[in-house]
C-alpha cells in the first residue's frame, strides 16, 4: 500500500434535480485555450478509423510481440482483485461485508460488448453484498447507451447498486470542457432503467444496524457538479465509504472525512513499463494512478477500469475489484 502525505440541461429525472439544487460546487482550472484546442484536434482525429487501423498496424509490425500483447490480449484479460480493509470501529454488523467496485465501462467505445457482459457475468458469481460503480458508463457521446440498461440489469446485491457519474458521462474531455449538451440525462435515463442508485453529491446509509455504513457519491470533478457539503450531515459514528469518479477530488477532502475513498478515471495509466508509474493518468496529481493508498485515517483506492479509449492496455490490466470490510 502507498502512502500519501497529507450549459444547463433539462430536468428530466430525480438524479438531475437534486444536483441543479446544489450549492458551492468545487472548482478546478480549466486548460488553457491553446491546450484545449490541441486536445480537441486530437481527440477528434483518435475517433477516426483511420487513426484506430494506424494504431492497430503500428503496434502488430512494429513491435509484434509486445504490441500483439497490448493490442490483442490484456484489453479484454480480466483481472479479480481481492482487498481486505480494516476499518478503526467497524460495527459487527458491517464486519465482512462484501463489495465489488468496477470503474469506466465506456460503453460505445472499441471496448467490445461481449467482454463488458462478461465482467457483468463476473460479478454476479463474486455475489457481492453490494456493488459500486464509479463513472465512465460512456464514451464522451451517448453512442452504445441504450446497452446499458440491459447490462447493468444484470448487476445484483441484496444491498444495493450503487453509481457516481464521470466526466465522459457529460461528454466532457479535459477540464474547462463544455461537454456535450444531452450526455448527462441520456446516462442518467439508462442507470434508472437498470434500478441502479444515483448518488449526485448526497449520501444514504446502508446495510441497517444503529451504525450503518455512510455511502456518499460525489459528482463528478471536471464536470463542475462536484459537491462535498453533504459530508456535514453523516452522523459521525457512521463509517463512511465516498466514490468519486476522479481521484483530484482528494485535494477537496479533508484527511479524516472518510474511511474508504473508490475512484477511477485513470486508467491505471493503461500504458506502463513496470516498475514505473505512467506517464499519462488525466490526473493533475500523478500520485494516484491506479492501487491502494492511505490518505490521513482512511484508504484509497484507485481502479484501472474496465475499459479504454483506444484498444491498447499494457501492465494496466482491466479489474473487477473485490474489498471486504472488517473491523481493527
Not at 484546442?37 to 512494429?62: C, I, N, S
Not at 449520501?203 to 459528482?219: N, S
Request: include cysteine.
Amino acid at each position: 500500500m502507498n502512502t500519501v502525505m497529507e450549459e444547463q440541461l433539462p430536468l428530466q429525472s430525480a438524479a438531475l434535480q437534486a444536483c441543479q439544487r446544489c450549492a458551492g460546487t468545487l472548482t478546478v482550472s480549466s486548460f488553457p485555450p491553446w491546450r484545449a484546442k490541441l486536445h480537441d484536434r486530437l481527440a477528434a482525429w483518435a475517433r477516426t478509423p483511420r487513426a484506430h487501423r494506424l494504431l492497430r498496424a503500428l503496434l502488430l509490425f512494429g513491435i509484434p510481440g509486445i504490441g500483439a500483447y497490448a493490442h490483442l490480449i490484456e484489453p479484454t484479460w480480466l483481472k479479480i482483485k481481492h482487498l481486505t480493509l480494516s476499518l478503526r470501529g467497524l460495527p459487527t454488523n458491517l464486519d465482512g461485508l462484501r463489495l465489488v467496485h468496477l470503474s469506466d465501462l465506456h460503453v460505445g467505445s472499441a471496448v467490445p460488448l461481449w467482454f463488458l457482459e462478461r465482467v457483468v457475468e463476473t460479478v454476479r458469481h463474486l455475489a457481492p453484498h453490494v456493488v459500486v460503480l464509479t463513472g465512465d458508463f460512456v464514451h464522451t457521446n451517448p453512442e452504445g447507451s441504450e446497452k446499458l440498461p440491459a447490462l447493468l440489469g444484470k448487476l445484483q446485491a441484496p444491498h444495493g447498486v450503487f453509481a457516481v457519474l464521470g466526466n465522459h458521462d457529460y461528454g466532457v474531455n479535459y477540464p474547462g470542457h463544455a461537454g456535450m449538451r444531452g450526455v448527462e440525462a441520456i446516462v442518467i435515463t439508462a442507470l434508472e432503467q437498470a434500478g441502479i442508485v444515483l448518488l449526485r453529491n448526497t449520501w444514504m446509509p446502508i446495510a441497517g444496524g444503529r451504525r450503518p455504513l455512510a455511502i456518499m457519491g460525489i459528482d463528478d470533478l471536471w464536470s463542475g457538479r462536484a459537491q462535498i457539503t453533504a459530508i456535514e450531515d453523516i452522523p459521525p459514528s457512521y463509517p463512511r465509504l465516498f466514490l468519486s469518479h476522479n481521484p483530484d477530488i482528494l485535494r477537496f477532502l479533508p484527511p479524516t472525512s472518510f474511511d474508504v475513498l473508490l475512484c477511477g478515471h485513470t486508467h491505471g495509466g493503461q500504458v506502463r513499463i513496470p516498475p514505473f508509474p505512467p506517464l499519462v493518468t488525466a490526473t493533475a496529481s500523478r500520485k494516484f494512478w491506479g492501487g491502494l493508498y492511505t490518505y490521513g485515517q482512511g484508504v484509497v483506492f484507485v481502479s484501472r477500469g474496465i475499459g479504454y479509449t483506444w484498444r491498447l492496455r499494457l501492465a494496466a490490466r482491466p479489474e473487477c475489484v473485490v474489498i471486504t470490510l472488517t473491523g481493527r
